[in-house]
């Protein structure tokens, strides 16, 4: 087979493929804007190409792999699109591990935008790849909870270890013979699309409700770029807000600090307000102050 990857659950995926003697890797390609060295590394290892194209459709790039003659080609975390050339080359076609719930979340950071959408689990879903957008049939989907102690750590940590599994579950059934694939339309017909997440959408807006602040800083909390707001013409960057029990419903100025204590700041929101426990920021912060 042929492997296309990329981060933390590519590395975890083809160690068991390396450590499998039933599959056969025949080469490993990784992103042409960020070279994965630790998959480069892992190919020198076990002796196998290492690969790496802008455009993975070129002649150039096609009539390279055909050399190889694989079966079957897998991606993991890979960030071009596969066109119906290269999907039609190996026999049992090319299949995806998408961290989300197909026909739902198609696209790009779905683990922030599950938390964002207040999602109480978030799907890892392997599938065919076909001339659409995470649009295949499924070989294999699976549920995970999310609680309101997850953030975006805790489902990269769930991701990292689960998708991996899944893929290796959906190639086993592939040699076996015992696929059996569904398309998407029997879940829904109609699924969901996720734009990629760019500098400036980590901006916090306070003009929302608690549970809404709440659910976006903990979507893009680190390792992500954290939440972001302004506090008298400085940038503020915070980690981790909480949902104050009891809080009551009444209007103020969003944004605006309430109270502070050794447990943090308490902030107001446009329903209540939350507690601001993980912040950075050198700046002295007053009862009064105001975020925006």
């Known amino acids: ?5 990329d ?10 493929l390396f450590a499998d003697p039933s599959t056969e890797v025949m080469f490993v390609c990784v992103r042409s ?41 897998v991606s993991m975390s890979f960030n071009q699109i596969f066109r119906k050339r290269l999907i039609d080359l190996p026999v049992e076609g090319i299949i995806n591990c998408h961290a989300g719930s197909l026909p739902f979340y198609r696209g790009r950071n779905i683990l922030n935008w599950a938390l964002i959408n207040d999602e109480k689990e978030f799907g890892i879903t392997v599938h065919y790849v076909d001339q659409g957008v995470d649009t295949g049939d499924i070989i294999i989907q699976e549920q ?62 306070w003009n929302q409700s608690s549970r809404n602040v709440f659910n976006f800083v903990r979507a893009i909390c680190k390792p992500g770029p954290q939440a972001r707001c302004m506090l008298n013409g400085n940038e503020v960057l915070i980690n981790k807000v909480e949902i104050v029990d009891g809080a009551p419903i009444y209007k103020g100025i969003p944004g605006a600090v309430l109270e502070k204590t050794a447990a943090g700041l308490l902030v107001k929101t446009l329903d209540s307000y939350v507690r601001i426990t993980e912040l950075s920021s050198s700046l002295k912060i007053n009862v009064g102050c105001r975020f925006t």
């Open 144 to 205: 995970f909870p999310i609680s309101d102690e997850d953030n975006y750590a805790t489902l990269l940590e769930k991701a990292h270890e689960n998708c991996p599994r899944l893929l290796l579950e959906a190639i086993k059934l592939i040699q076996c013979s015992q696929v059996r694939p569904f398309p998407q339309r029997e879940i829904s017909s109609n699924g969901t699309y996720c734009s990629t997440r760019i500098p400036g959408d980590e901006r916090l807006n």
């Open 7 to 16: 981060g933390p659950w590519a590395h975890n995926a083809i160690d068991g």
């Open 1 to 5: 087979m042929g492997y296309f990857g």
């Open 33 to 73: 804007d960020t070279p994965d060295q630790i998959l480069k590394a892992k190919a020198h290892q076990h002796e196998v190409d290492f690969l790496i194209h802008p455009d993975i459709n070129s002649d150039e790039f096609f009539e390279r792999i055909e050399e190889y003659n694989c079966n079957l080609l």
